[in-house]
């Protein structure tokens, strides 16, 4: 993640630099428009905020079944964590409204893919595999609907740099299997906070933006199936979605 938000800053240092050379302003009255649209194209990072239950039997709904594939007894601790961050993709619609001359209403309808891999203190093992598993993958495909207020500083020759906060509800359309070792909720309502930098070229405004998304609720869904090992999902007490999302606007 550090990476990415240096390589951020770099990309923001150039544009900066470039933008103390140029002589000429263009799309001056862009901003004054009181309606804009354009679309998204973006890179996005999913990771999970994980508490467990230590130990099992700290979970009421936790019955020990001798007929998992590990027997694994209530006073086991069992954790999970995302191993690392997986690239995915973001593609979205901008719609912008001037609310005054440092204030825009934005909402930003989209689909984003990804995936996060979980891994596990003690073996993985599903009803489709034979040997243990390196980690868990789960994928998921959302419908975003995110609305923000993003604030602008003074515009500087053809560059000017902004801040973004706001809310999102997001939809997990992506199909799990009922015999899935974890399974998650369809919809989330997420926190939403970042910044970024325009730039104004002679025909667009173009623009690098750096989000993150902090889910609100459990995303934990129902117990799998009976015939997978349960611990997998009910050794966890909380699975809150995070989502850093790095931006390319087209306006």
Known sequence: MKQFLVSI??????INGFAQKQKVNYLTTFDEKRLHFGFTLGMNYLDFGVTNYNPLSENPDYIVNKTDP??????THV???V????????????????LSEDL??????GMSFGERKLVYNVPILDSYSTTPLPYYSIKSTFLDF???IKYKARRINNDRPYVIFGGAFRQDISKTAKEDLVKLKGPGFYAEVGGGWDHYFPFFR?????KFSFGLNNQLGPTPAILQAQYFSQSIKNLRSTVFTLSFHFE
């Open 9 to 14: 800053l770099i990309l923001l240092a150039v």
């Open 104 to 109: 825009d209403l934005r909402f930003l309808p």
């Open 206 to 210: 173009f623009s690098v933006e750096g």
């Open 83 to 98: 191993q690392t961050l997986v690239p995915g993709f973001t593609v979205g619609i901008v719609s912008s409204l001037r």
């Open 70 to 75: 590990i027997y694994i007894n209530g006073e």
């Open 79 to 81: 954790r999970s964590d």
């Open 146 to 148: 995110p609305l923000l």
